[in-house]
């Protein structure tokens, strides 16, 4: 058989959670945005998913909320359209008969006793997947968001941020995708929290230390710590789109407070701050690409170069690049590239750099 389209899928799977109990009446279901995401489909499939769960009555929009499931609280969400789609659904013959209705007129009436068969056999159950799903079910009531985004940020070190996804954070937590936003609206959201957590390992001291030299240079090393310990998170943050972090914004508010009664104007004072932030992260994002680079060649830094001496000796002995070919001589051919050294030297640099604006007078 073929498989479904893919807004079948999304359809289906949203409508087994919700008789599963994962998702109840009045829940946020995902946006089109976040579905596309999730499923890796386009926006016009995720709409039509979404559009054909109104249409069956299985969720509405809701003014300034979203679209959650139909229905009163408690209860599942009623179905007031028929689905053709639904291979059980036959019309040949006039209204299906619905046994569920008989045993509700006559409590002490058992359907399958009348006809003889065997409920879970003719059901097609599976004990063994009834079990898992009950799992999942337990699974999905423990889940609390700090779970979420400690699982997050372990799959980020592990893997980097471009193997995280939504899909891979709940199958580690053993729960279903649509569980995970009861607690994180979408995977900006979870990012931005795992920049919060992964910061706060690093806490800025309470009391500041004294001079705005080494009240800077403690936020410097504290990032730098959190860039060494996760690497992915130096590949997050933009200069030009902040990410509104409660955290982040900390780091911002102590690199101002301690240039600031320094005469410099306001302008001045951003420059310094975005200049130490970018240099720590600047250096501290090669973390992960270096991983990357391994990963994808499955050679360290050491074997990539030694497989690049032939051809860098040919580039370097065919111009004129005398310098270069003194410099590495003297330093005997070779040169250790290492990032700790590397941040302690530009680091000491900068600062030198900045106490001729910031102790001008």
């Known amino acids: 058989m073929e498989a479904a389209p893919p807004y079948v899928r999304i359809v289906d799977d949203i409508k087994r959670r919700i008789a599963d109990g994962e998702l109840r009446a009045g829940d946020r279901v995902p946006s089109t945005r976040q579905l596309?995401?999730?499923w890796d489909v386009a926006l016009a499939?995720?709409?039509?998913?979404?559009?054909?769960?109104?249409?069956?009555?299985?969720v509405v929009a809701e003014p300034r909320v979203g679209t959650v499931v139909a229905g009163p609280p408690g209860r599942s969400?009623?179905?007031?359209?028929?689905?053709?789609?639904?291979?059980?659904?036959?019309?040949?013959?006039?209204?299906?008969?619905d046994p569920a209705r008989d045993t509700a007129r006559d409590p002490m009436r058992d359907p399958a006793r009348d006809s003889g068969r065997d409920p879970a056999r003719d059901s097609g159950r599976d004990p063994a997947r009834d079990r898992g799903r009950e799992s999942g079910r337990d699974a999905a009531r423990d889940l609390t968001r700090d779970r979420v985004v400690r699982t997050a940020v372990e799959i980020a070190d592990a893997e980097g941020l471009s193997a995280l996804s939504m899909r891979g954070v709940a199958g580690r937590l053993g729960v279903a995708t649509m569980s995970l936003y009861r607690h994180v609206g979408s995977k900006d959201d979870l990012v931005e929290l795992m920049i919060d957590q992964v910061l706060g390992e690093f806490p800025l001291p309470a009391e500041p230390p004294h001079g705005w030299r080494t009240r800077l240079e403690v936020a410097a090393r504290l990032q730098w710590a959190a860039y060494r310990r996760h690497p992915w998170m130096?590949?997050?943050?933009?200069?030009t789109r902040p990410l509104p972090s409660p955290s982040l914004l900390k780091h911002t508010?102590?690199?101002?407070?301690?240039?600031?009664?320094?005469?410099?104007d306001p302008e001045t004072m951003m420059h310094v701050h975005i200049l130490m932030y970018s240099y720590v992260e600047g250096i501290a994002a090669n973390f992960?690409?270096?991983?990357?680079?391994?990963?994808?060649?499955?050679?360290?830094?050491?074997?990539?170069?030694?497989?690049?001496?032939?051809?860098?000796?040919?580039?370097?002995?065919?111009?004129?690049?005398?310098?270069?070919?003194?410099v590495v001589a003297r330093m005997g051919g070779d040169f250790d590239l290492d990032f700790d050294r590397l941040f302690e030297f530009g680091l000491g640099r900068l600062l030198d750099g900045l106490a001729g604006i910031i102790e001008r007078d």
């Open 234 to 239: 130096a590949r997050v943050t933009s200069l």
């Open 288 to 326: 992960e690409l270096e991983s990357q680079a391994q990963a994808a060649t499955g050679l360290t830094d050491d074997e990539w170069m030694k497989a690049q001496d032939a051809q860098l000796t040919a580039i370097v002995t065919s111009g004129p690049y005398p310098t270069f070919v003194d």
């Open 253 to 264: 508010e102590w690199a101002l407070a301690a240039i600031d009664g320094h005469g410099l």
């Open 77 to 97: 969400p009623r179905r007031p359209h028929s689905d053709p789609d639904d291979p059980s659904r036959d019309t040949s013959h006039g209204p299906a008969h």
């Open 45 to 58: 499939t995720a709409a039509k998913a979404l559009a054909r769960l109104a249409q069956l009555g299985v």
């Open 36 to 38: 596309a995401r999730d």
